[in-house]
């Protein structure tokens, strides 16, 4: 069988034994991923709050004002998605993608169907079979579409509230109709599309084309003894139906290994080593073990190691920003409407404003306090402000002095802010000004 690549494979690199179980192992992965899927949104791991503008990032409840932290947070995920795309090519759509999870999923199921169809209906013509397991295959789809909606629009929405909308059948408001619509794409999806969408529509098999390399790893046919037997089990094993022999550059084979353990499964049983394999590029020393383990982890050049520093340091900034950052963001300026005004029993007022956010999970009090300005005290503000989780607010008081405090003009003045929890002593320099 003539193939694309004609590298030739170290002897030492050929060191997969006969029978490989990357399907067990990929399942056990899925399944994992599957759990992490429903769990990110569930329990605020992961997910964006477009009603409230919220970002939850394990555990911070990030404000999308925050940009530094929003900012380094989309970086930190792109670079990671180029790195794994770099490093270890499709891994993400063979072993993690929810996509193909649920397409595999729902092709397990269907043949089941049709299996127990046949066994039980062996007098029904063909075609009510295929119509009954058609119409049982629809009936499982259906709820099981809308639990992958209610999934996946929690990444957008709080579940509990959507949990609402559900309960009321609400496809009147635009959540409402947001929501059925998916429903209606995510069945559709999983009922004519499933590994389709992977080749037709998902834009990250194209971006990882861009993005491997020669270095990247791949499945590889190479068979320089002629030991194929012609028997087409990996293709028949192949779930997106195509024939690793042509090239192990196809756009639509995802790297899964379903292939591998078919061909070291057939020829295990005649004594012979798989031709078909993991390998880094199509240098073929994908398993070569005498190699450094950096390389045999897929570190085999300098761009890598630069792409993983890279990570690192986004990783690193990422932390310290969600370490330094304050539950309760505080904004004191001045309101120069007026420059100041006097009181009828001659004390000198300036108007100031506050803006405060609680950005944290409990209640937060402030309490604020002039310095540097003799007799000076704060009026028009309750003593302890306190902010609900998630509360905002904007509020005016004055810097009250005695004439006798201050100069004429320009006085410094520092007003003090303690808050809990966060910072407590907080300053700001500011300006009073007395005619
Ligand atoms: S060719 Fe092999 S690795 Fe590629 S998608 Fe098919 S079974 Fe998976
Ligand atoms: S499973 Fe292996 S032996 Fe059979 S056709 Fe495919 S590559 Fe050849």
Request: net charge positive.
């Given at each position: 069988m003539s193939t694309q690549s004609q590298t030739r494979l170290p002897a030492k690199s050929r060191t997969?034994?006969?029978?490989?179980?990357?399907?067990?192992?990929?399942?056990?992965?899925?399944?994992?991923?599957?759990?992490?899927f429903v769990t990110l949104p569930l329990f605020d791991i992961m997910r964006i709050d477009l009603p409230r503008q919220r970002f939850y990032f394990f555990g911070a409840e990030l404000w999308i004002s925050e940009f530094s932290i929003v900012f380094l947070t989309l970086m930190f995920l792109w670079i990671l998605i180029a790195a794994m795309a770099m490093i270890y090519g499709r891994f993400w759509c063979g072993y993690l993608c929810p996509q193909m999870i649920f397409s595999e999923t729902a092709n397990s199921i269907?043949?089941?169907?049709?299996?127990?169809?046949?066994?039980?209906?062996?007098?029904?013509?063909?075609?009510?079979?295929?119509?009954?397991?058609?119409?049982?295959?629809?009936?499982?789809?259906l709820p099981a579409s809308v639990v992958v909606t209610f999934v996946f629009v929690s990444y957008f929405?709080?579940?509990l509230d959507l949990f609402h909308r559900l309960l009321s059948?609400?496809?009147?408001?635009?959540?409402?109709?947001?929501?059925?619509?998916?429903?209606?794409?995510?069945?559709?999806?999983?009922?004519?599309l499933r590994q389709r969408f992977c080749t037709a529509i998902c834009p990250y098999g194209y971006l990882q084309n861009m993005l491997k390399d020669k270095h990247t790893l791949l499945v590889h046919f190479h068979d320089p003894k002629d030991e194929c037997i012609q028997c087409s089990k990996c293709v028949r094993a192949c779930p997106m139906g195509i024939d690793i022999r042509r090239s192990s550059h196809q756009l639509e084979c995802t790297h899964c290994a379903e292939c591998i353990d078919a061909c070291s499964g057939i020829l295990g049983k005649l004594g012979r080593q798989t031709v078909i394999q993991y390998a880094?590029?199509?240098?073929?020393?994908?398993?070569?073990?005498?190699?450094?383990?950096?390389?045999?982890?897929?570190?085999?050049?300098?761009?890598?190691?630069?792409v993983l520093v890279l990570l690192l340091v986004y990783a690193t900034g990422l932390s310290?920003?969600?370490?330094?950052?304050?539950?309760?963001?505080?904004?004191?300026?001045?309101?120069?409407?007026?420059?100041?005004?006097?009181?009828?029993?001659?004390?000198?007022?300036?108007?100031?404003r506050m803006l405060a956010s609680n950005r944290g999970h409990v209640q937060a009090t402030i309490s604020l306090s002039v310095a540097d300005l003799e007799g000076g005290s704060i009026e028009g503000i309750s003593e302890r402000k306190t902010l609900e989780p998630g509360q905002s607010a904007q509020v005016q008081f004055d810097v009250v002095v005695p004439p006798s405090s201050v100069?004429?003009?320009?006085?410094?003045?520092?007003?003090?802010?303690?808050?809990a929890p966060g910072k407590i002593g907080q300053q700001f320099s500011e300006t009073f000004f007395a005619p």
């Open positions: 997969i034994l006969p029978g490989t179980h990357f399907h067990r192992f990929r399942k056990t992965v899925q399944a994992v991923c599957f759990v992490i269907e043949k089941s169907i049709i299996r127990l169809t046949n066994k039980r209906m062996p007098n029904a013509g063909s075609r009510l079979r295929r119509f009954i397991a058609a119409v049982a295959f629809g009936l499982l789809l929405v709080p579940p059948l609400d496809i009147r408001t635009a959540g409402g109709i947001a929501g059925a619509s998916v429903t209606l794409v995510t069945f559709l999806d999983f009922a004519l880094w590029g199509d240098s073929g020393t994908g398993s070569a073990l005498k190699t450094s383990w950096l390389r045999r982890i897929g570190l085999r050049d300098g761009k890598r190691i630069a310290i920003a969600i370490g330094l950052r304050q539950p309760v963001l505080l904004r004191i300026m001045p309101d120069r409407i007026t420059l100041y005004s006097i009181a009828p029993d001659g004390r000198i007022h300036n108007r100031f100069h004429p003009g320009v006085n410094r003045i520092r007003i003090l802010a303690d808050v």
